[in-house]
């Protein structure tokens, strides 16, 4: 158990990183690649899937992370919302299955997303696609990891022939001024589309707007860290644990290369 008074940080990294693999592996026997899941499913709303593996998760986590560092708020997707978050300095942001559609139906790129936020930005952030046994980590101003080797985007080149993911009509927006890129596969889980821009395996991820605080409070720090930028389309980065955790479309680049395409995609 940490003081709220210490720098929590690099005690906390190892704990949280060890709750996050076993989160993974109680999700592995609810999983059946290229098939329905084992989990009971059923809907919130319409059309937004929960899965028995999601709230086994939540658990977990809740309980895990809180004992952890019990003077952190908590906000999940999965947790009914208590508004005493907003009055904590730190808080936790956790996905306990970000990408439940994927995982419900036999797709790989799901993960645990698991971000520690202090006055509205993150510094922490794990992510563990366990799937593809990649554990991504970062630690506000320590550098990001990838299975421990060093994430670092290389800060020159142009958009020729960018590799882009995300939504189709602002793949399209991106295009019309940007010319011809390559259109990569929509990665269903948003945290594993910022964490591969922040790998170098996508060069441009574009998020819808209504994006919540869970699906991307980890990945921002892993990308942040790699040396890359995740902005609203006003240049504007984004503010975690507040009153409504959603925000509004998004760009996730290099930096170097970030002014040029919030230019693109504000034309």
């Given at each position: 158990?940490?003081?709220?008074?210490?720098?929590?940080?690099?005690?906390?990294?190892?704990?949280?990183?060890?709750?996050?693999?076993?989160?993974?592996?109680?999700?592995?026997?609810?999983?059946?690649?290229?098939?329905?899941?084992?989990?009971?499913?059923?809907?919130?709303?319409?059309?937004?899937?929960?899965?028995?593996?999601?709230?086994?998760?939540?658990?977990?986590?809740?309980?895990?992370?809180?004992?952890?560092?019990?003077?952190?708020?908590w906000l999940s997707e999965e947790t009914a919302d208590d508004p005493?978050?907003?009055?904590?300095?730190?808080?936790?942001?956790?996905?306990?299955?970000?990408?439940?559609?994927?995982?419900?139906?036999?797709?790989?790129?799901?993960?645990?997303?698991?971000?520690?936020?202090?006055?509205?930005?993150?510094?922490?952030?794990?992510?563990?696609?366990?799937?593809?046994?990649?554990?991504?980590?970062?630690?506000?101003?320590?550098?990001?990891?990838?299975?421990?080797?060093?994430?670092?985007?290389?800060?020159?080149?142009?958009?020729?022939?960018?590799?882009?993911?995300?939504?189709?009509?602002?793949?399209?927006?991106?295009?019309?001024?940007?010319?011809?890129?390559?259109?990569?596969?929509?990665?269903?889980?948003?945290?594993?589309?910022?964490?591969?821009?922040?790998?170098?395996?996508?060069?441009?991820?574009?998020?819808?707007?209504?994006?919540?605080?869970?699906?991307?409070?980890?990945?921002?720090?892993?990308?942040?860290?790699?040396?890359?930028?995740?902005?609203?389309?006003?240049?504007?980065?984004?503010?975690?644990?507040?009153?409504?955790?959603?925000?509004?479309?998004?760009?996730?680049?290099?930096?170097?290369?970030?002014?040029?395409?919030?230019?693109?995609?504000?034309?």
């Open positions: 158990m940490l003081s709220s008074s210490t720098q929590p940080i690099a005690t906390l990294a190892p704990a949280v990183r060890d709750a996050a693999r076993r989160a993974g592996e109680m999700a592995l026997p609810y999983y059946r690649a290229g098939a329905q899941t084992a989990a009971r499913l059923w809907y919130k709303g319409q059309s937004s899937p929960v899965t028995e593996a999601d709230i086994a998760l939540d658990t977990f986590l809740k309980e895990h992370l809180s004992a952890l560092f019990p003077q952190a708020g005493s978050r907003l009055d904590q300095s730190y808080v936790w942001i956790v996905d306990p299955i970000d990408g439940t559609r994927a995982f419900a139906t036999g797709h790989s790129d799901w993960a645990i997303s698991i971000a520690l936020v202090k006055d509205g930005r993150p510094v922490l952030g794990i992510l563990h696609a366990p799937i593809h046994e990649c554990l991504y980590e970062a630690r506000i101003g320590e550098g990001a990891w990838c299975n421990s080797e060093r994430l670092s985007l290389a800060q020159d080149g142009d958009f020729s022939r960018a590799r882009v993911a995300g939504p189709k009509p602002l793949v399209d927006r991106f295009e019309r001024q940007i010319g011809p890129v390559e259109r990569l596969p929509k990665v269903p889980s948003l945290a594993l589309r910022l964490a591969r821009v922040a790998e170098g395996t996508i060069d441009v991820g574009l998020v819808s707007a209504n994006a919540q605080d869970w699906d991307i409070a980890a990945a921002d720090l892993i990308l942040q860290e790699a040396g890359g930028l995740l902005t609203g389309l006003d240049g504007s980065i984004p503010i975690y644990n507040r009153p409504q955790p959603s925000h509004d479309e998004m760009i996730a680049v290099a930096s170097r290369l970030h002014p040029r395409a919030i230019g693109a995609m504000r034309a």
